[in-house]
């Protein structure tokens, strides 16, 4: 049989097959809380071995795209109960994933107007935010110009997001995922290209570079217990103005080996196939999978046999997908029986009704000819 569908012990929660469902935004809860839409939505993907739910932001501060749930205020909880129950009672698992988006806001989402928070100045060119335009309507705006945050701040959304992993248990979530990845407030840290600071969270030093995501990770850990914590990265990422930086590559490998001793849930990478198209990018994802020493989750352009094809080369232990999760909510089912893919309407993706969120339908077996 193939590994795809056996079951898969992770950190003690039993999970049905190796299926991910991978996090993903869509922007459906209007004063950031999460409704009984959401809770459906989840519920019809619980055939997955695992959901990560879409990023919610920490803090207000957290914030980068209008219509994002959070998961730092008591109706934001409230809601998130909704859907870990419909999840829990269709016999699936799900991980929240906390997310600060660092540069890629506007000042129209953060309080009194004021600049977004990062490591450093530096605006995330050609990036765009959902905020407000000039005519206070939701628009797509370029990302305006951080602050970095003082040395001083730094702690309190450490603790920001330790309140946040506490909130999501609180929820009912199996565990978190911390949004490690994809240019967001933690990659801003470990980039050498995008972190200037001249203290002892920036500059020239991997491990100055490395300190934030790990007081992150250890203070998340504190706080619900290191098991019930997986990490998301993005080695080499380049979207949202993201450069490449002189030892990078250490830099990740690095990030690996120091998380291997703490005993997480899962480290989950999301950009397998933009690393495998780098030069030499499958020997890298080799090296990273030898030197992190826990369960490894893979995520970017999976079909079922390409997933199939990693886990029997011991590439990854489990498999995340993403947009096929969109529009087939048995995914694991279609997969398992080889039935036909629906493909995503990417008008929907973001924002709207219940159109191209709840409204995909599960594959019907009597339809076939
Ligand atoms: C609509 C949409 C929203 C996404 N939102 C998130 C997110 O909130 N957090 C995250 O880590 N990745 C997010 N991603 C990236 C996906 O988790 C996934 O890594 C990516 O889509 C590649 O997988 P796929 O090729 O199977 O779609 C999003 C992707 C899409 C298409």
């Given amino acids: 049989m193939s590994q795809l569908f056996s079951g898969y012990d992770l950190a003690g929660l039993q999970l049905d097959n190796r299926i991910v469902m991978a996090p993903m935004t869509r922007s459906r809860a209007v004063n950031t809380v999460p409704d009984s839409e959401t809770a459906l939505y989840y ?39 909704k859907v870990t129950q419909a999840v829990h009672d269709a016999n699936g698992r799900i991980f929240c994933q906390i997310w600060h988006v660092g540069r890629i806001s506007h000042v129209t989402l953060q309080e009194d107007g004021a600049a977004p928070a990062s490591s450093s100045a530096k605006t995330a060119e050609g990036t765009l935010s959902f905020a407000y335009n000039q005519e206070g309507k939701p628009d797509y705006m370029q990302a305006s110009q951080p602050r970095a945050l003082d040395i001083e701040e730094i702690a309190g959304v450490v603790q920001d997001f330790a309140r946040a992993g506490a909130n999501a248990i609180a929820a009912g979530f199996d565990g978190i995922e911390i949004h490690g990845a994809n240019g967001y407030l933690i990659e801003q840290f470990i980039n050498a290209g995008v972190n200037t600071r001249d203290d002892a969270y ?5 491990e100055s570079r490395l300190r934030f995501v790990l007081e992150v990770v250890d203070a998340v850990a504190a706080k619900i217990g290191s098991q019930r914590v997986g990490i998301r990265l993005a080695p080499l990422n380049r979207i949202f103005d993201m450069p490449a930086f002189e030892q990078e590559r250490e830099t990740w490998l690095e990030l690996a080996r120091l998380l291997s001793s703490k005993n997480l849930a899962y480290v989950h990478i999301s950009n397998r196939a933009a690393i495998i198209a780098s030069p030499n990018g499958r020997a890298f994802l080799e090296q990273f999978r030898q030197t992190y020493k826990g369960t490894l989750v893979l995520a970017g352009e999976y079909t079922k046999e390409q997933a199939e094809q990693d886990l029997d080369a011991n590439l990854a232990d489990l498999i995340a997908f993403g947009r096929p999760y969109i529009s087939n909510p048995d995914l694991a089912e279609r997969l398992q029986n080889d039935w ?20 995909y339908v599960t594959y019907d077996v009597t339809a076939e000819s």
């Fill in 202 to 206: 920036g500059g020239a030093t991997i």
């Fill in 43 to 81: 519920q019809q993907r619980a055939g997955a071995g695992l959901i990560v739910s879409e990023g919610s932001q920490i803090s207000r501060q957290g914030v980068g795209y209008l219509f994002t749930p959070g998961i730092h205020a008591p109706e934001q909880i409230e809601g998130w109960k």
């Fill in 340 to 359: 036909p893919l629906t493909e995503p309407d990417r008008s929907t993706f973001y924002g709207g009704t219940n159109v191209g969120y709840t409204d």
